[in-house]
């Protein structure tokens, strides 16, 4: 009898392992947006409390130099689904710098999605939130290998009624004052969209199809449409942070975060999912207060210094997820190839990439394959990082103004990991990195094809 327990009791524990070793794993993306490098309780911020994001960096990565392809939103969202920089894909405009509700383009069906490939290999797919990537049905998520979506198609100020005045409308926000579709996969079910309970219905979204998915591989792509101004938090978070109303948008999203991590362990999927956490640029400056921080960063949204694409990131998936803060460097470009590589899904040949797989690092290793980025502002190459090193061609108004964008006469060069804030060019002592930089933007440049601008189309009336 003790050796018949005994066996059975071994072929369960070898069971287990092995299914715990064969299932794909899921993965889950929470996107904010135009979130600061600073608007976390474990990036540093003094006021804003997210428990939960802490407790997930704690147990997982915190990852300090990791980068958006782009500092505005839709072409930082193309290339985190493609894995490919925006100018590859047509995904950019130097007049028309995001996709508007008169747009008459998108994300061109010939690109290849996270979602696309992962359906290659049997996951479910589902996006919730912010798409802005397209709201024509060409464009859609469920154009694009999702199989369902529930959500705002673009950012949640556009559509602004004409009878209220700007300044109002952001000071004072009202759902009604934004006439922005709330939509079901194709068809919109309601406008304007309540924005006061968004953040809580993703999230009652996201937790539905985790329990409805729970016996088969799933991919959650969940893009807040906050803390986006006009800002709006449902009343369980109305003057609950010290920060005022920012910090609200930012602790219901903590909570929300919570939400999903709590589903996950009680459905038993905890330690077979991986969550990705990060923003789509850095914050809205010009927004002053409504706006956040990009913390010891300089810049913010719509420019290429670090605060407007160095974005606060936490990887979580525990027992697949070595803890630890790591400081090399990391891009949502890089998310394709890695969950493409943990799901043994193919990546076609076909074109090129610019991500690479860090599953290694996200195992334990100590060195990631990036080791550059390159940083585009319409389609100007504004700067490029090799290492420690970022070397600028361009200048930029710190707060994103794009008129005030010109070319460099002297290049300037800084050293990120002493010089994070980007302080103290030292061009003039460096002159063999300026070599070494500008030879890596030469074999880049000739590796380049542009695709033709999606954004620039219009809605012919």
């Known amino acids: 009898m003790k050796w018949i327990l005994c066996t059975s009791f071994l072929f369960i524990t070898f069971f287990n392992f092995s299914y715990a070793q064969t299932s794909k794993p899921n993965f889950i993306i929470i996107f904010t947006d135009d979130q600061g490098y600073g608007d976390l309780g474990i990036f540093g911020h003094p006021t804003i409390k997210t428990p939960n994001l802490d407790q997930m960096a704690m147990e997982g990565q915190k990852w300090t130099n990791f980068y958006v392809a782009a500092n505005v939103c839709t072409p930082s969202r193309s290339a985190i689904m493609t894995g490919r920089l925006p100018v590859r894909t047509g995904m950019y405009s130097n007049s028309r710098r995001v996709l508007f509700p008169d747009s008459d383009g998108g994300l061109p069906s010939s690109e290849n999605t996270i979602a696309t490939l992962l359906k290659t290999s049997g996951y479910a797919t589902k996006a919730i939130g912010k798409w802005h990537l397209g709201h024509l049905p060409p464009y859609l998520p469920t154009s694009h290998g999702f199989d369902s979506y529930f959500g705002i198609p673009y950012s949640n100020d556009m559509d602004r009624v004409n009878d209220v005045d700007a300044k109002e409308a952001f000071a004072s926000p009202q759902p009604q004052y934004f006439n922005v579709p709330l939509m079901r996969d194709t068809e919109i079910v309601e406008r304007p969209a309540d924005q006061t309970t968004i953040t809580k219905r993703y999230t009652e979204e996201a937790v539905k199809y985790i329990q409805e998915n729970k016996d088969q591989p799933f991919f959650i792509y969940l893009a807040h449409s906050l803390p986006h101004v006009p800002l709006f938090a449902s009343n369980a978070f109305l003057g609950k942070s010290d920060r005022g109303l920012y910090g609200d948008v930012i602790e219901e999203i903590d909570w929300s975060v919570g939400e999903i991590v709590n589903t996950l362990k009680k459905e038993g999927l905890d330690n077979n999912t991986y969550i990705v956490f990060t923003s789509d640029n850095g914050p809205w400056l010009v927004y002053n207060e409504q706006g956040g921080s990009s913390g010891g960063l300089f810049g913010g949204k719509g420019t290429s210094y670090e605060g407007g694409v160095r974005v606060p990131t936490v990887i979580w998936g525990p027992g697949n997820v070595k803890p630890g803060v790591v400081s090399k460097i ?126 620039e189309k219009r809605i012919e009336n």
């Open 330 to 455: 990391g891009s949502t470009l890089d998310l394709l190839p890695t969950f493409c590589s943990l799901s043994n899904t193919k990546v076609p040949n076909d074109r090129v990439y610019d991500g690479f797989d860090l599953s290694p690092v996200l195992a334990g290793e100590d060195k990631s394959p990036r080791n550059e980025m390159f940083y585009y502002h319409g389609d100007r190459l504004f700067a490029v990082r090799k290492g420690d090193y970022k070397l600028y061609f361009y200048q930029n108004n710190p707060l994103g103004y794009p008129e005030k964008i010109e070319k460099l006469d002297t290049l300037q060069l800084f050293h990120l990991s002493h010089d994070p804030s980007e302080r103290f060019n030292i061009a003039s002592e460096n002159s063999q990195i300026i070599e070494e930089i500008q030879a890596l933007v030469n074999g880049h440049q000739s590796n380049m094809t542009f695709g033709t601008t999606q954004l």
